[in-house]
């Protein structure tokens, strides 16, 4: 299983960005898909995650409301469109892949950094 996040980027304050990520050996229509995050001298937190069987969605409190994750099962791929970004929500986010909602992810994209400048 291998997963490519793309998107990230340097965007100002209240400014959006959207973040992909292309599976390839594993559909991510049977999948739970979730995106985390890393700040500098911080552990990897949760942002979000989607139960691919039937779109149910995830979301940190911290990221609620302003993050919204999709799939586009045709493409299998997942995005992780961010609106009203903070700089607090500057980090390298990663994708990450399970075969059902409970377990540890198994599988992890390479990490993509956003910086947000206020």
């Known amino acids: 299983v291998q997963l490519q996040a793309s998107g990230g980027g340097l965007v100002q304050a209240r400014e959006s960005l959207r973040l992909s990520c292309t599976a390839s050996?594993?559909?991510?229509?049977?999948?739970?898909m979730g995106w985390f995050r890393q700040a500098p001298g911080k552990e990897r937190e949760f942002v979000a995650a989607i139960r691919g069987t039937d779109y149910i969605t995830f979301y940190s409190d911290a990221v609620k409301g302003r993050f919204t994750i999709s799939t586009d099962n045709a493409k299998n791929t997942v995005y992780l469109q961010m609106n009203s970004l903070k700089a607090e929500d500057t980090a390298v986010y990663f994708c990450?892949?399970?075969?059902?909602?409970?377990?540890?992810?198994?599988?992890w994209g390479q990490g993509t950094q956003v910086t947000v400048s206020s």
């Open positions: 050996g594993r559909s991510v229509s049977r999948s739970m």
């Open positions: 990450a892949a399970k075969p059902a909602d409970y377990g540890r992810y198994d599988s």
